[in-house]
């Protein structure tokens, strides 16, 4: 059985079965993208719940495993050279598992890196952009004045869309034929954006034909079903 002992996030939250991956999350875009990993390749695991609200990724047992204070972090009790391994960055962690299991990213060296390319242009786009027109349209960010902000974020919003609606121009997933990590990163912030976030009229969702399909095809996905709900909220 595998020691995870040095790990001091499982004091807070004890492994029940330290030979499987560990999964410290909660269901938002950034979260799901590792639990329908997960559920896709098939791999063994055990969630813990990480309550954002209650400032949680914000105890030492968690900053001990992600100094960053965010969720999803995993802790893979046979990582590289058969050693225990703890990882952060949703994006990071995606790749790994694929890179773990041979799945859901081209073997091909050159469709490799376009797939992970793509991956970034979520972390490095779709999340922060979606994620502050989220903020400022129906959270705290909705009473200030100044509406500059959130038309800022409005209008980068609809262009990256733009650039993800020409990039599925007569392509099922991002890749072409084969769904990989590239949906996966971005499935659930699309989601969100329309639904959570409640801005498709702000982004003129209902213009856009490729993007709404493509969600429709992963959302019907049974691992990305069972994947938005994991870990299980209180």
Do not use: C
Request: aromatic share 10%; net charge negative; glycine share 10%.
């Amino acid at each position: 059985m595998a020691d995870l002992s040095s790990f001091e996030i499982t004091k807070r939250w004890p492994a029940q079965n330290p030979d499987v991956i560990q999964l410290y999350s909660l269901p938002t875009p950034n979260g799901v993208k590792v639990s329908i990993m997960l559920e896709e390749t098939g791999l063994d695991y055990e969630p813990h719940l990480i309550n954002i609200g209650e400032d949680e990724t914000w105890t030492p047992e968690f900053l001990s495993l992600n100094p960053n204070g965010k969720i999803p972090a995993i802790i893979d009790p046979h990582g590289p050279n058969g050693k225990p391994l703890g990882l952060f960055e949703s994006g990071a962690i995606i790749q790994y598992l694929a890179e773990k299991t041979g799945k859901l990213l081209p073997v091909d060296p050159a469709k490799r890196i376009e797939a992970i390319q793509w991956v970034y242009f979520q972390m490095g786009g779709l999340g922060p952009m979606f994620g502050q027109l989220g903020f400022f349209h129906k959270f705290a960010g909705k009473e200030i004045e100044d509406k500059r902000p959130l038309d800022r974020y409005r209008k980068e919003s609809k262009r990256l869309l733009g650039v993800l609606e020409t990039r599925l121009e007569d392509r099922d997933w991002i890749m072409g034929d084969e769904y990989s990590i590239a949906d996966i990163a971005s499935l659930g912030w699309v989601r969100n954006l329309i639904g959570f976030y409640d801005a498709g009229s702000l982004v003129d969702y209902h213009e856009f034909k490729n993007v709404p399909a493509w969600l429709e095809r992963g959302l019907d996905r049974p691992a990305v079903q069972r994947g938005l709900n994991i870990p299980a909220r209180d």
